[in-house]
T-cell receptor, first 113, second 114 residues
Framework: KNQVEQSPQSLIILEGKNCTLQCNYTVSPFSNLRWYKQDTGRGPVSLTIMTFSENTKSNGRYTATLDADTKQSSLHITASQLSDSASYICVVSAQTSYDKVIFGPGTSLSVIP | DGGITQSPKYLFRKEGQNVTLSCEQNLNHDAMYWYRQDPGQGLRLIYYSQIVNDFQKGDIAEGYSVSREKKESFPLTVTSAQKNPTAFYLC?????????????FGPGTRLTVL
């Protein structure tokens, strides 16, 4: 069964600190993995996308890693800001007869002063 | 202001009523999608459309209907047959259906059944 799991479910960190969010998946055959940021009450916005051959991808203070062998990904946020408070969603696509997209439940991040 | 818009932002419905959620995009995208988001769960696909006058059921289409008469518009009707319609509904669009194409999301509509 194609599944995407994320941990932790929620996280609170102090402004300026770093944090790492985890994503484990069982999606097969793997096509790509994307991280989205969703502000409260808004639609998700894409941060990064990685295909099978890519190990890391950065977008400003956000760095995503992918280990296709262990089927794990992480999103590292450096020097967190209050505006980083949001839900971060891991999305994995399967390359079938049509592209199947599976959304994880998200990690809720709160950055406090 | 280019992008994808949804209206209304908040919607209240009495049991037994049908309601229609609006989704419009000016990105010239061929593919459009409707998702439902519930607390603690990932987004679930309701319907998608790859081209005008064509649409396909997603994972949870029961109790919902859509139309795609124009490229820019993809309205979703929540019918009285949907047993648990209270949720946050997100519309998205992408250049085409390929998963490598970025999906751009609207701001969402929060539907509450009274």
């Amino acid at each position: 069964k194609n599944q995407v799991e994320q941990s932790p479910q929620s996280l609170i960190i102090l402004e300026g600190k770093n944090c790492t969010l985890q994503c484990n998946y069982t999606v097969s055959p793997f096509s790509n993995l994307r991280w989205y940021k969703q502000d409260t009450g808004r639609g998700p916005v894409s941060l990064t996308i990685m295909t099978f051959s890519e190990n890391t991808k950065s977008n400003g203070r956000y760095t995503a890693t992918l280990d296709a062998d262990t089927k794990q990904s992480s999103l590292h946020i450096t020097a967190s800001q209050l505006s980083d408070s949001a839900s971060y969603i891991c999305v994995v696509s399967a390359q079938t007869s049509y592209d199947k997209v599976i959304f994880g439940p998200g990690t809720s991040l709160s950055v406090i002063p | 202001d280019g992008g994808i818009t949804q209206s209304p932002k908040y919607l209240f419905r009495k049991e037994g009523q049908n309601v229609t959620l609006s989704c419009e995009q000016n990105l010239n995208h061929d593919a459009m999608y409707w998702y439902r988001q519930d607390p603690g769960q990932g987004l679930r696909l309701i319907y998608y459309s790859q081209i005008v006058n064509d649409f396909q059921k997603g994972d949870i289409a029961e109790g919902y209907s859509v139309s795609r008469e124009k490229k820019e518009s993809f309205p979703l009707t929540v019918t009285s047959a949907q047993k648990n319609p209270t949720a946050f509904y997100l519309c998205a669009s992408s250049i085409n259906r390929a998963s490598t194409d970025t999906q751009y999301f609207g701001p969402g509509t929060r539907l509450t059944v009274l």
